[in-house]
């Protein structure tokens, strides 16, 4: 059965945030009807389906990315109310109130402190940022405890299980988490201040710290080359796994976790050629938990079950409960649609020479649902970041494309997260340069290798994606038009216009103003001899990537005599959310590409 426009218009990211307690699982799931996200639960070993919890939008606005929206405190929920970042409470009679709200304020990174009654979040202002302690501000008018602060960026914290030690995460201009980052251990005192704190700074990125058994705090560190477990509370951190791969994605956001460590057991994942595999160690034994490697986006352990959100090849985001000696419990997600397993992603891996001796740029192919000898146009997708990622996952709009004749290639150039450090760092000041090369020589081995129609090339990206996907349009006669989806069109204008959490990226990825002006497609368009084609995407309450950018990058290119279309919606942000809105904005880029039909 072929897929709809409703069917492509489906977000892949549709669960997110997994926590557990004694009783329950919890997890965000984006609503079909908004685009939101809001709070489910199941209660384990209960015959009953889960259950929405919250549904009003959950959501977190610090770093504009969020993270950490919600946590669990002994009976209660506390959570984050998206549209005003209030710090609401829905306690266990299913009524809710207000904890914290201030003026032009986010918070993010919740977690819960039970032994005290009170939460620990990320707290962001104009001023800054800072770790803050909350108690109900119904038992205390001075509900609010300054934890830590100085730092320009913190991470989610995290408390020991016995509630005496906290650890977190905290990182500086012009650095990013996955440039260099600090790791932070403390005592939590009787009056809940911080004392006897220790830090580590191994000079290169630290994410997602975890208490294991014994208060064993446990971190992700790349200082080897790689993103690998290490227990740093020792006399010499200890590595835990040495397999030289990445076991955890790039850090956009707050609270994630992709490893956690219990006495009896560990989950984590590793990152081989861009596809994520789920391990369980249990005493001398490893078990691999997906039967193909996909996307690991988020786990939680509880002596009921070992929980994953994963995505695979033959369908979207899916909670699964893993038991011991019993099959997996699918509980969320995409597990019933049959279009989904009659559309499996069959990519293809892709790989080609370029830079210097010993690099390569890599990808993956998906072939379009037609004749092997008929050649057919190609649809080539750049993802944002530039240190995201793509996966071999089902995406329904890739499959909807391959319907429509058109083969697909996700690209991950250099910079690119999930492949080690070094691979990152290829990109450091070379933004707008190795990145369009890695597209085209790509490309290229593609055709040569595939039945392409090299007259109907088209590119697409998002936010980091669209500054590429508009400079290879401009650099090369290989792509007849390109699709930025909110992407940057002018560094030096973002530079001055952007949020705070990005204020120092472009330093890194380009250099001093004068190569920001000279690396953007707004400044290299004036140097193209040839009309160009562009369908312009954008939010208008985007605070990342601003409205004006694209507005002007389209009448740059009307003024060159070529043909440029943007789509702005008004009430969306740094994505496309709203069912409406997505649907709404691929049927005009499938309308796009087939105007050269």
Same mark, same amino acid.
């Given at each position: 059965?072929?897929?709809?426009?409703?069917?492509?218009?489906?977000?892949?990211?549709?669960?997110?945030?997994?926590?557990?307690?004694?009783?329950?699982?919890?997890?965000?799931?984006?609503?079909?009807?908004?685009?939101?996200?809001?709070?489910?639960?199941?209660?384990?070993?209960?015959?009953?389906?889960?259950?929405?919890?919250?549904?009003?939008?959950?959501?977190?606005?610090?770093?504009?990315?969020?993270?950490?929206?919600?946590?669990?405190?002994?009976?209660?929920?506390?959570?984050?109310?998206?549209?005003?970042?209030?710090?609401?409470?829905?306690?266990?009679?299913?009524?809710?109130?207000?904890?914290?709200?201030?003026?032009?304020?986010?918070?993010?990174?919740?977690?819960?402190?039970?032994?005290?009654?009170?939460?620990?979040?990320?707290?962001?202002?104009?001023?800054?940022?800072?770790?803050?302690?909350?108690?109900?501000?119904?038992?205390?008018?001075?509900?609010?405890?300054?934890?830590?602060?100085?730092?320009?960026?913190?991470?989610?914290?995290?408390?020991?299980?016995?509630?005496?030690?906290?650890?977190?995460?905290?990182?500086?201009?012009?650095?990013?988490?996955?440039?260099?980052?600090?790791?932070?251990?403390?005592?939590?005192?009787?009056?809940?201040?911080?004392?006897?704190?220790?830090?580590?700074?191994?000079?290169?990125?630290?994410?997602?710290?975890?208490?294991?058994?014994?208060?064993?705090?446990?971190?992700?560190?790349?200082?080897?080359?790689?993103?690998?477990?290490?227990?740093?509370?020792?006399?010499?951190?200890?590595?835990?796994?040495?397999?030289?791969?990445?076991?955890?994605?790039?850090?956009?956001?707050?609270?994630?976790?992709?490893?956690?460590?219990?006495?009896?057991?560990?989950?984590?994942?590793?990152?081989?050629?861009?596809?994520?595999?789920?391990?369980?160690?249990?005493?001398?034994?490893?078990?691999?938990?997906?039967?193909?490697?996909?996307?690991?986006?988020?786990?939680?352990?509880?002596?009921?079950?070992?929980?994953?959100?994963?995505?695979?090849?033959?369908?979207?985001?899916?909670?699964?409960?893993?038991?011991?000696?019993?099959?997996?419990?699918?509980?969320?997600?995409?597990?019933?649609?049959?279009?989904?397993?009659?559309?499996?992603?069959?990519?293809?891996?892709?790989?080609?020479?370029?830079?210097?001796?010993?690099?390569?740029?890599?990808?993956?192919?998906?072939?379009?649902?037609?004749?092997?000898?008929?050649?057919?146009?190609?649809?080539?997708?750049?993802? $944002? #970041?530039? !240190? @995201?990622?793509?996966?071999? /996952?089902?995406? =329904? &709009?890739? %499959?909807?494309?391959?319907?429509?004749?058109?083969?697909?290639?996700?690209?991950?150039?250099?910079?690119?997260?999930?492949?080690?450090?070094?691979?990152?760092?290829?990109?450091?000041?070379?933004?707008?340069?190795?990145?369009?090369?890695?597209?085209?020589?790509?490309?290229?081995?593609?055709?040569?290798?595939?039945?392409?129609?090299?007259?109907?090339?088209?590119?697409?990206?998002?936010?980091? $994606? #669209?500054? !590429? @996907?508009?400079?290879?349009? /401009?650099?090369? =006669? &290989?792509? %007849?038009?390109?699709?930025?989806?909110?992407?940057?069109?002018?560094?030096?204008?973002?530079?001055?216009?952007?949020?705070?959490?990005?204020?120092?990226?472009?330093?890194?990825?380009?250099?001093?103003?004068?190569?920001?002006?000279?690396?953007?497609?707004?400044?290299?368009?004036?140097?193209?001899?040839?009309?160009?084609?562009?369908?312009?995407?954008?939010?208008?309450?985007?605070?990342?990537?601003?409205?004006?950018?694209?507005?002007?990058?389209?009448?740059?290119?009307?003024?060159?005599?070529?043909?440029?279309?943007?789509?702005?919606?008004?009430?969306?942000?740094?994505?496309?959310?709203?069912?409406?809105?997505?649907?709404?904005?691929?049927?005009?880029?499938?309308?796009?590409?087939?105007?050269?039909?």
């Amino acid at each position: 059965m072929p897929l709809t426009l409703a069917d492509a218009a489906e977000p892949t990211d549709t669960l997110a945030e997994l926590q557990s307690d004694a009783r329950a699982v919890y997890w965000l799931a984006r609503s079909t009807q908004t685009g939101s996200m809001q709070l489910w639960q199941w209660r384990a070993e209960s015959n009953k389906p889960p259950c929405c919890v919250i549904e009003n939008a959950v959501g977190s606005r610090v770093n504009q990315y969020g993270g950490g929206s919600y946590t669990l405190l002994l009976d209660s929920i506390l959570w984050v109310r998206q549209h005003d970042q209030a710090i609401m409470q829905l306690d266990h009679r299913g009524a809710d109130h207000c904890w914290q709200k201030r003026p032009k304020t986010a918070y993010g990174g919740l977690c819960a402190d039970p032994k005290r009654q009170r939460i620990i979040v990320v707290e962001e202002d104009q001023q800054g940022q800072r770790l803050v302690a909350f108690t109900d501000c119904k038992r205390t008018d001075n509900n609010r405890q300054v934890l830590a602060e100085g730092a320009d960026f913190y991470g989610a914290a995290v408390l020991s299980d016995d509630g005496n030690y906290l650890a977190w995460v905290s990182w500086s201009l012009p650095h990013m988490p996955w440039q260099r980052s600090q790791l932070h251990l403390a005592r939590v005192t009787a009056t809940g201040k911080l004392d006897l704190s220790e830090h580590w700074d191994f000079g290169a990125a630290i994410s997602q710290p975890q208490f294991g058994p014994r208060n064993a705090l446990i971190c992700m560190s790349d200082h080897a080359g790689w993103w690998q477990p290490w227990q740093v509370n020792l006399t010499t951190p200890l590595c835990l796994s040495n397999a030289p791969v990445d076991h955890i994605t790039t850090p956009w956001q707050l609270g994630e976790r992709q490893h956690a460590w219990r006495n009896d057991r560990q989950l984590y994942c590793q990152l081989h050629q861009g596809a994520a595999q789920l391990y369980r160690h249990c005493g001398q034994q490893v078990e691999a938990l997906l039967p193909t490697p996909g996307r690991v986006a988020s786990i939680a352990l509880a002596k009921h079950g070992d929980y994953a959100i994963v995505q695979s090849a033959t369908c979207g985001a899916q909670l699964i409960c893993f038991t011991a000696n019993h099959p997996n419990r699918y509980l969320a997600g995409n597990v019933t649609n049959g279009l989904v397993t009659k559309n499996p992603a069959i990519a293809q891996w892709l790989e080609t020479p370029v830079g210097k001796k010993g690099e390569t740029v890599h990808g993956f192919f998906y072939s379009a649902s037609v004749s092997a000898h008929r050649i057919a146009p190609l649809i080539v997708r750049v993802h $944002g #970041g530039p !240190t @995201a990622a793509t996966y071999p /996952i089902y995406d =329904p &709009l890739v %499959a909807y494309w391959q319907q429509q004749g058109f083969h697909v290639l996700d690209i991950n150039p250099r910079g690119s997260g999930n492949f080690g450090r070094r691979y990152r760092e290829c990109l450091a000041g070379q933004w707008g340069i190795s990145d369009t090369d890695d597209v085209i020589a790509l490309v290229n081995a593609a055709c040569a290798r595939f039945a392409i129609d090299t007259t109907r090339c088209f590119i697409r990206g998002q936010s980091a $994606g #669209g500054f !590429t @996907a508009l400079n290879a349009l /401009i650099t090369t =006669p &290989l792509f %007849a038009a390109a699709t930025s989806l909110y992407g940057v069109t002018d560094a030096l204008t973002l530079a001055a216009q952007t949020h705070r959490f990005e204020s120092g990226y472009l330093s890194w990825l380009i250099g001093e103003r004068p190569l920001l002006a000279r690396r953007s497609p707004a400044y290299q368009i004036t140097r193209c001899q040839r009309p160009l084609r562009a369908l312009f995407i954008q939010g208008g309450k985007d605070a990342v990537v601003v409205p004006e950018q694209t507005q002007a990058m389209a009448r740059y290119i009307e003024k060159q005599e070529g043909r440029a279309k943007t789509l702005l919606f008004d009430n969306e942000y740094h994505g496309i959310r709203h069912p409406y809105a997505r649907q709404t904005m691929l049927a005009s880029e499938l309308a796009f590409y087939q105007q050269d039909g």
